[in-house]
């Protein structure tokens, strides 16, 4: 986190817009460095919040002014499948407006449901009050996570190889599933 709280906010942003990059990996990492005194547990939180909300806004706009029709057509382009798209309109049918503000603690959910609120255009002050108190609660609680991870590091980087190696492989065995998913090309017929 060479680059403190504006890094951190970077990261949270991009995190909101889709790019993979998990935020139950930068979160705790700068509270933990809260923790060693390096950076303040408040602003570690507070840039965090910021970075999410400004990215969830940019989601929100992109499906309120491009639409359903164009993310179905183009958003494979962002990792973004017709599947995902219709889940979200399954959920804003059952759920309303208010999965706004739940989606916000389901991992993976949590960076797209600003698109599918876009679409169906939820009232933005809503979702505006929905996203401060969702990427307020997320941010503060996982870098609350890394900051008491920090106070036993001792303990967990003694162990913490063996976590690296089974991470590394899990993640590796579903980033291949995943890549192998989008882009399985269909047999054509000989």
Same mark, same amino acid.
């Given at each position: 986190?060479?680059?403190?709280?504006?890094?951190? @906010?970077?990261?949270?942003? !991009?995190?909101?817009?889709?790019? $993979?990059?998990?935020?139950?990996? *930068?979160?705790?990492? /700068? &509270? #933990?460095?809260?923790?060693?005194?390096?950076?303040?547990?408040?602003?570690?939180?507070?840039?965090?919040?910021?970075?999410?909300?400004?990215?969830?806004?940019?989601?929100?706009?992109?499906?309120?002014?491009?639409?359903?029709?164009?993310?179905?057509?183009?958003?494979?382009?962002?990792?973004?499948?017709?599947?995902?798209?219709?889940?979200?309109?399954?959920?804003?049918?059952?759920? @309303?407006?208010?999965?706004? !503000?739940?989606?916000?603690?389901? $991992?993976?959910?949590?960076?797209? *449901?600003?698109?599918? /609120? &876009? #679409?169906?255009?939820?009232?933005?002050?809503?979702?505006?009050?929905?996203?401060?108190?969702?990427?307020?609660?997320?941010?503060?609680?996982?870098?609350?996570?890394?900051?008491?991870?920090?106070?036993?590091?001792?303990?967990?980087?003694?162990?913490?190889?063996?976590?690296?190696?089974?991470?590394?492989?899990?993640?590796?065995?579903?980033?291949?599933?995943?890549?192998?998913?989008?882009?399985?090309?269909?047999?054509?017929?000989?």
């Amino acid at each position: 986190m060479t680059m403190g709280y504006p890094g951190i @906010g970077l990261l949270m942003f !991009l995190d909101s817009l889709n790019v $993979p990059i998990p935020s139950e990996v *930068i979160m705790p990492f /700068a &509270g #933990i460095l809260a923790g060693q005194g390096k950076l303040d547990f408040f602003w570690v939180g507070f840039a965090g919040s910021v970075g999410t909300l400004i990215g969830s806004c940019c989601n929100y706009a992109i499906g309120a002014f491009l639409g359903k029709d164009f993310l179905i057509k183009y958003g494979k382009f962002i990792l973004l499948r017709r599947k995902e798209i219709e889940l979200g309109d399954r959920w804003f049918e059952k759920y @309303g407006e208010n999965i706004t !503000l739940w989606g916000r603690f389901i $991992p993976l959910v949590r960076t797209f *449901i600003s698109l599918p /609120a &876009g #679409i169906y255009r939820v009232n933005f002050p809503k979702f505006l009050l929905f996203s401060i108190l969702g990427a307020t609660i997320w941010c503060y609680g996982w870098a609350y996570v890394g900051f008491k991870m920090g106070e036993h590091w001792a303990v967990v980087e003694k162990n913490w190889k063996i976590v690296d190696y089974v991470v590394i492989l899990i993640l590796l065995v579903f980033l291949v599933k995943f890549l192998m998913a989008r882009f399985k090309k269909e047999e054509i017929p000989g």
